[in-house]
């Protein structure tokens, strides 16, 4: 079984030209960076990656910010990739905080969803807004994860919604197949930690929002995880949507956001309340 979750969740083996569509993202971002209303390098935690580069509409239409979270299997690339992620949504009029975080294994993941629960705090703090929460690849997770945090037990001073909507794609809800697979080698998850840190089993948020949107391409592992969070989820008083994006594979599936015309960033300024 494990061979074939290597085939199933090995993303850059099913899509041979991956560099050249993560070389796109990194001058995209840049261009981006050069261009749009923005503020680089702001700082919410401790480490050099614990920052987020905030991207500003000309005039604010939402009454939410969005949160962006890369992804890199908790251990690859960086914010610098995905500046340009945020094109689409400034001109809806949302503001967008790209952010980073550390990798794996310099870090256990479970340090990165709490590093993900800071970076939420500080945005709210910061700006007195709900955060909306998405997220490619392992940003997907994130994302769920922010959105299943209880905030009381981050800080008790946090509002119990202050993340309270998500927009997972291409997310991984469950990690317990990942330990069969190489992407484990800087993971070092054993069962019990693959499903603590896993949303799928955590109290579902219910009363809130969780999107899983998948590109059509992709291997049937990750159709499997979107849909069993929502139906999961569904069942426990969460509002939840799956979505396919027809041809899409695991690394053209965030194209769209760049496009403020594109379902997929509508659907998110949407829930911003734009």
């Not at 990656?49 to 939410?64: H, S, T, W």
């Not at 317990?176 to 840190?197: G, R, V, Y």
């Amino acid at each position: 079984m494990s061979q074939d979750y290597e085939t199933e969740y090995n993303n850059r083996a099913r899509v041979p030209e991956h560099p050249g569509i993560i070389a796109g993202w990194q001058s995209d971002a840049a261009a981006y960076r050069s261009e749009a209303l923005c503020e680089l390098d702001v700082s919410y935690g401790e480490g050099e990656r614990q920052a987020y580069d905030l991207f500003k509409p000309e005039a604010i239409r939402g009454n939410a910010l969005v949160m962006f979270i890369h992804g890199g299997y908790w251990q690859a690339l960086d914010r610098g990739y995905f500046s340009h992620m945020a094109r689409g949504l400034n001109r809806l009029g949302l503001p967008v905080a790209v952010v980073g975080y550390d990798l794996c294994p310099q870090v256990h993941l479970g340090h990165i969803v709490w590093e993900l629960q800071q970076a939420a705090a500080a945005l709210w703090r910061r700006f007195g807004l709900p955060v909306i929460a998405t997220g490619h690849s392992a940003g997907g997770h994130l994302s769920a994860c922010t959105l299943a945090t209880d905030w009381k037990n981050v800080d008790q001073d946090l509002p119990d919604q202050l993340v309270p909507a998500a927009y997972g794609i291409s997310g991984l809800y469950n990690l317990k197949p990942l330990t069969e697979t190489t992407i484990n080698n800087a993971l070092n998850l054993d069962l019990a930690a693959a499903e603590l840190e896993s949303p799928l089993f955590w109290s579902a948020p219910s009363r809130l929002t969780m999107d899983a949107v998948v590109g059509g391409a992709e291997s049937a592992e990750y159709h499997k995880q979107s849909r069993r969070l929502v139906d999961v989820w569904g069942l426990e008083g969460v509002t939840t949507r799956y979505e396919e994006i027809p041809g899409a594979n695991h690394f053209t599936v965030i194209a769209g956001l760049t496009d403020p015309e594109n379902a997929m960033t509508r659907r998110i300024a949407t829930l911003a309340g734009a």
